[in-house]
């Protein structure tokens, strides 16, 4: 079972791959977005990232579940 990733506020992060792959999304806005978490918010079980994305009209608000951070790992690429 692979770990869950912990965030922290200052994080940098994308969507990843596998909540890509399970939308659909192989191209477009989606895969190439990158943003900075500003600030976590939880709601009952759910945890919410506010991100301030990098040229992006993307909602702010991100289940951290649908998350990856940026760089090598198995939640940010196919390797």
Do not use: H
């Amino acid at each position: 079972m692979m770990k869950k990733p912990q965030f922290s506020l200052g994080d940098n992060v994308a969507y990843s791959v596998q909540f890509l792959r399970g939308i659909g999304a192989f191209t477009g806005e989606l895969p190439a977005a990158r943003g900075r978490i500003v600030g976590i918010e939880k709601i009952g079980t759910l945890k919410l990232a506010d991100i301030e994305w990098n040229n992006s009209d993307l909602p702010n608000k991100v289940n951290v579940a649908n998350l990856a951070k940026v760089g090598l790992n198995t939640r940010f690429s196919a390797c």
